[in-house]
């Protein structure tokens, strides 16, 4: 064991070295891992960050079947931590099944989406009040080191799982369940967990039927 063990020799240089900030979480339901997803941020050049994430599933889908799902999404996120634009792309059982491109208008507030779902394309725009909000936009404001806000924080966000075509509300909140408890709403989508000093969810619960599915985070380097 110990001659194959020194005989081992590590490959390439980690690509997220240079990353501004890295993180790694598992998925888990009841105790039994389903899956991971990778968040990774670089410095933009101009200004701002390029948020690139990946993530994949293996989903109980009955007593005796699976789904696996995979995901992809790389941002452009401005210096106010808005989002300027985003690539998307969703994975069902090894078939593409939602591809999405979208682009920010030049006033900032209106949209462009063009790709297909299901097969079908879809390209269209949509209007916001006052931008995409991003994860980073709202971990600033909820971050240790500042006065968190009191009561509902809102803007609007863009979820390609759960509506590619438009805006969505979104509402950060404090759980005053715990000193870094935090509450998240997007659209249909409902996580609690905690915060951590960035102000970004360490370990989060997600309603799934019955069920909950846990993201908690296992590594992570840097700051975003």
Do not use: C
């Amino acid at each position: 064991m110990k001659g194959l063990a020194t005989s081992l020799r590590g490959g390439g240089e980690d690509p997220r070295a240079g990353a501004r900030f890295a993180e790694l979480a598992v998925m888990h339901i009841a105790g039994t891992p389903i899956g991971y997803s990778e968040h990774i941020l670089w410095d933009r050049k101009g200004g701002g960050l390029v948020s690139t994430s990946y993530g994949a599933q293996l989903l109980p889908r009955g007593p005796a079947d699976l789904v696996a799902v995979d995901s992809y999404s790389e941002e452009e996120i401005d210096a106010k931590d808005l989002l300027a634009s985003g690539s998307y792309a969703h994975v069902t059982n090894g078939e593409t099944d939602t591809t999405i491109r979208l682009t920010r208008g030049k006033n900032g507030k209106t949209f462009r989406y063009e790709g297909a779902k299901e097969g079908k394309p879809l390209r269209g725009t949509f209007a916001t009040k006052a931008g995409l909000s991003t994860d980073l936009w709202f971990a600033r404001r909820f971050a240790a080191a500042a006065k968190a806000p009191r009561g509902d924080l809102r803007h609007e966000a863009y979820s390609v799982e759960a509506n590619p075509v438009a805006a969505l509300p979104i509402v950060y909140r404090m759980d005053p369940a715990g000193a870094r408890r935090a509450q998240m709403e997007l659209g249909p989508i409902r996580i609690a967990g905690e915060l951590d000093a960035n102000g970004l969810f360490a370990i989060g619960e997600m309603p799934v039927g019955p069920t909950k599915l846990v993201v908690e985070r296992v590594w992570s380097r840097g700051a975003p």
